[in-house]
Nanobody, 121 residues
Framework: QVQLVESGGGLVQPGGSLSVSCAAS????????MGWYRQAPGNERELVAR???????DYADSVKGRFTVVRDNAKNTVHLQMNSLKPEDTAVYYC???????????????WGRGTQVTVSS
């Protein structure tokens, strides 16, 4: 069994900062990409940022220059620092990881339960 557990998020005023973290646990052999998606009411889930095991990161155009994703391979964690937040960043943020479970034959996609980020005055 593999679990992704998110922490952080909450309510912040426009222009403020928040962070969210995610820890993967279980029978993990290796993790390829780790990252964050978000889904606002009425919208599809979209990629926010992801980072490869080697450290290469991809960002949605809407968050470039404001968000930073980092990971700790030894701890199987990924962290998203969000600065200069805007009301349009309001969404449920989901942790995602591409994991090779011990004894498995391929990579599988895993998701956390999500954490709410609300940007409002």
């Amino acid at each position: 069994q593999v679990q992704l557990v998110e922490s952080g998020g909450g309510l912040v005023q426009p222009g403020g900062s928040l962070s969210v973290s995610c820890a993967a646990s279980g029978n993990i052999f290796s993790i390829n990409y780790m990252g964050w998606y978000r889904q606002a009411p009425g919208n599809e889930r979209e990629l926010v940022a992801r980072i490869a095991r080697a450290g290469t990161a991809d960002y949605a155009d809407s968050v470039k220059g404001r968000f930073t994703v980092v990971r700790d391979n030894a701890k199987n964690t990924v962290h998203l620092q969000m600065n200069s937040l805007k009301p349009e960043d309001t969404a449920v943020y989901y942790c995602n990881a591409d994991i090779w479970v011990l004894g498995a034959r391929n990579w599988d996609d895993y998701w956390g339960r999500g954490t709410q980020v609300t940007v409002s005055s």
